[in-house]
């Protein structure tokens, strides 16, 4: 229960709506509601303390209330400045059975619209626990909480933090502010929180990434499940989930007619596959930019225009960047687009779109329209419209996916932690995914809803394409 104080959100009487939207969400999230039925007796989660950085929304409440309902104890941030849905946040705080005079739920560290310095101090808060332990699981998207604790335990091991000033971003800065503050007052402080950490479940494609680096370079300090590539995220949350919340944003923020339009999508990978197709599906002749021979060609056999940004910056309509890149759209591009020209990053973090170079031209102004969307208008007169500071637009313009593409990825999650935390002494430090049974089963939680019924192999039939009749189905090396 949420100690008093032990928590920061926007306004806790807004819990009532929060708490309506996350019933009807729980109609939609069936995966995880057939996991709170199978684990309620086990309770496989009991004992552990997990510390949670991810989107603090009404599909993020489900999810934090199911691994409460396993047994866990949980604290919570989110992993993006924009993305708190303020309503979830405080239903989470208050819990189910607390009123905003006497919550009793779990502690979150959350509202939209933080600044950087705050966002970090939010990070910091989740990984602090009010008993002065740490965490035992981190369940992370994008890797901020896992870098947080990595960063402060290799500058306790050096015994000093580089000085904020010779940081290379803004950002970057800010987290080494925080670590210098908490050499000062316990120079052992992330070391011991390392240690105790069984294992982080990471999210999203960006995070993973990290994490591969990490085990590349010998730095990781625990063991992670890549949650991403479970088929069933993938293939499901980047792709239909982006499908749906790409314009949803784009309408949110603007209202602009998108039928006729040229929109450009920076990336074919999963990410840009359900852009590209949400963007056609309302009529706009859709461009992909992509790196990669295999995806450009996938683009291009997918009936999209394949072309170089440098081809269409002056001509395009609608710019999305879902590169997972750095530098994707550059200030010099956005000068030279066209006059309301509409831009925006769907990528885990905000450097794909070059923020940081278009503030510091002298040659433009920016006038703010409304939370999250930015006119930038250039000195010959000329404008674009930036949504979201460059930041992930369908969470910061928009909600984000909607319930049943996230219980497919928090269905994942749940399981991983399971994994992770009752079979530590099976995963030594290194990056997995899950199984491919499970990653079945998270599938097969979903059919009924749909009203998908599924064939069943013969025993004749599985011993002719050498699987067993009830799965997996497919080599690890199968590709959907
Ligand atoms: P992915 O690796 O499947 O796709 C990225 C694609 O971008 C690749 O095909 C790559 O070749 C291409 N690319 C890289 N640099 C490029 C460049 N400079 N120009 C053009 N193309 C380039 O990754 P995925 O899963 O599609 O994720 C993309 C990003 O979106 C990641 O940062 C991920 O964390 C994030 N993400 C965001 C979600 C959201 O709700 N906003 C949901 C899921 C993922």
Known sequence: ???????????LSLAGFGRKEIQLAEHEMPGLMA???????????????VTGSLHMTIQTAVLIET???????VRWASCNIFSTQDHAAAAIVVGPDGTPDAPSGVPVYAWKGETLAEYWWCTEQVLLWPDGQGPNMILDDGGDATLLVHKGAEFEKAGVVPA???ADSEEYAVILGVLQRSLEEDNRRWTRVSAGIKGVTEETTTGVHRLYEMQAAGSLLFPAINVNDSVTKSKFDNKYGCRHSLIDGINRATDVL??????VVCGYGD????????????????????????????????????ATLEDVVETADIFITAT???DVITNEHMARMKHQAIVGNIGHFDNEIDMAGLAKRDDVERINIKPQVDEWRFADGHSILVLSEGRLLNLGNATGHPSFVMSNSFSNQTIAQIELFTKTDQY????????KHLDEKVARLHLDALGARLTELSKEQASYLGVPVDGPYKSDHYRY
């Open 1 to 11: 229960t949420v100690a008093e104080g032990d928590y920061k959100v926007a306004d």
């Open 35 to 49: 996991l709170r039925r199978e684990y309620a007796a086990a309770q496989p989660l009991a004992g552990a303390r």
């Open 67 to 73: 691994l409460v309902a396993l047994g866990a104890q």
């Open 164 to 166: 904020p000033e010779t």
């Open 258 to 263: 998108i039928g006729g339009k040229a929109a």
């Open 271 to 306: 990410v840009g596959k359900g852009c590209a197709e949400s963007l056609r599906g309302q009529g706009a002749r859709v461009i992909v930019t992509e790196i990669d021979p295999i995806c450009a060609l996938q683009a291009a056999m997918d009936g999209y225009q394949v």
């Open 324 to 326: 997972g890149c750095f």
């Open 428 to 435: 030594p430090v290194g990056v997995y995914t899950l199984p």
